[in-house]
């Protein structure tokens, strides 16, 4: 496709298209009828991410107020039960919608957690993560260790007025810093890190779940799909393929059509 053809298009229906910009951190953005894509991404990127921010264009159309909102599902496809394979299909588009690193990276804090649960048990058998660690408790009231339960790196200052003294405590370092804590107590500092940890990566992978599958979201990667490989794209959603090309068909997406039969191709309603 001639990404240059379909950017005049665009701007025949009044868009404003810009094609030099870093597009607000994005691979391409949209927002009162202009279309930025970033001059970072791949020439390979461009045109599908032009469908992509076009989708959008549609969509607001639709439902005017979908940059606030999010959109509908709905309003869209006239149902929300389609919202399974318009996922399966994200995935298929961006595979950062997988989260896999993240995942990966979940499992592997998990594993540390494992590990220093086994080291105090060594020391206290009967040791509950969900239960007060008493022993843990008593001792830690007294030593500047207690400051390492809230940060992984703290700064202390010491001292009177006139002979300040800064001393930096970490995780790493616990066994220098304190050499005479119990290894049991070390571990269990180093178990609630990793725990704070786990905590931090689960609120990013909900956090780009919630973008995901925002309508919105959903139906621009959608359009991204049909492009890039229609004929996967119908294999792994059949009902939100028939769906969309029936309303396609019936210009339901208004100029959404004629950008698929003038620049892509014919795209007939599935039966």
Not at 19 to 39: C, E, V
Not at 95 to 101: D, F, H, M
Not at 109 to 137: C, G, H, L, T
């Amino acid at each position: 496709m001639d990404k240059y053809q379909l950017i005049q298009y665009f701007k025949s229906l009044g868009l404003s298209v810009h094609t030099t910009t870093k597009a607000r951190g994005h691979q391409g953005f949209f927002l009162k009828n202009r279309i930025d894509i970033s001059k970072n991404i791949p020439e390979n990127r461009v045109v599908p991410t032009l469908l992509h921010e076009f989708a959008h264009y549609i969509h607001s159309k639709i439902e005017p107020d979908m940059n606030r909102t999010g959109g509908t599902l709905q309003a869209l496809f006239g149902s929300e039960k389609f919202k399974d394979e318009l996922i399966k299909v994200t995935n298929f588009v961006d595979e950062n919608s997988l989260c896999v690193r993240l995942y990966e990276h979940k499992d592997r804090v998990k594993q540390k957690i494992k590990e220093q649960e086994a080291i105090i048990k060594e020391y206290y058998p009967k040791f509950q993560r969900s239960k007060k660690f008493k022993e843990f408790d008593k001792y830690i009231k007294k030593s500047n260790a207690r400051y390492l339960l809230k940060y992984d790196r703290v700064k202390l200052i010491e001292g009177g007025i006139f002979r300040r003294t800064a001393k930096l405590y970490t995780i790493d370092n616990i066994e220098k810093d304190f050499t005479d804590m119990p290894k049991a107590f070390v571990s269990y500092i180093r178990l609630k890190s990793y725990q704070k940890k786990q905590s931090r990566i689960s609120a990013r992978i909900n956090k780009y779940r919630k973008y995901y599958e925002k309508p919105c979201e959903l139906f621009a990667r959608f359009v991204e799909g049909i492009y890039l490989d229609r004929e996967w794209v119908e294999a792994i959603a059949p009902n939100i393929s028939k769906e969309f090309f029936d309303r396609l068909d019936d210009g339901y997406y208004m100029e959404l059509k004629n950008v698929f039969t003038q620049f892509v191709y014919m795209l007939p309603a599935v039966r």
